[in-house]
């Protein structure tokens, strides 16, 4: 098995509480205005911990707009 292909288990409280920390990193760096590269990297690592959190696997057009669309923040209650 590749390590693209690779799965593991987290616990579902794991992963709110990694998208709790990168909603505060987000929100210490301003990072929702993407102006760095570590600000699209972490708004995008934020969304996709969100999408494992909701079982949801985001359209390419999502996943571009997670690492460029300025403004965007993820909700983890929709």
């Known amino acids: 098995m590749s390590e693209l292909t690779k799965m593991i288990k987290v616990p579902l409280w794991e992963l709110k509480e990694i998208a709790d920390t990168l909603r505060m990193v987000a929100n210490a760096l301003d990072s929702p ?46």
């Open 33 to 78: 205005k993407r102006e760095s590269c570590l600000d699209r990297n972490v708004m995008r690592s934020w969304n996709h911990v969100v999408d494992m959190i909701k079982g949801k696997i985001p359209s390419a057009p999502e996943s571009i707009d997670y690492y460029m669309k300025v403004g965007q923040v993820p909700n983890i209650n929709e």
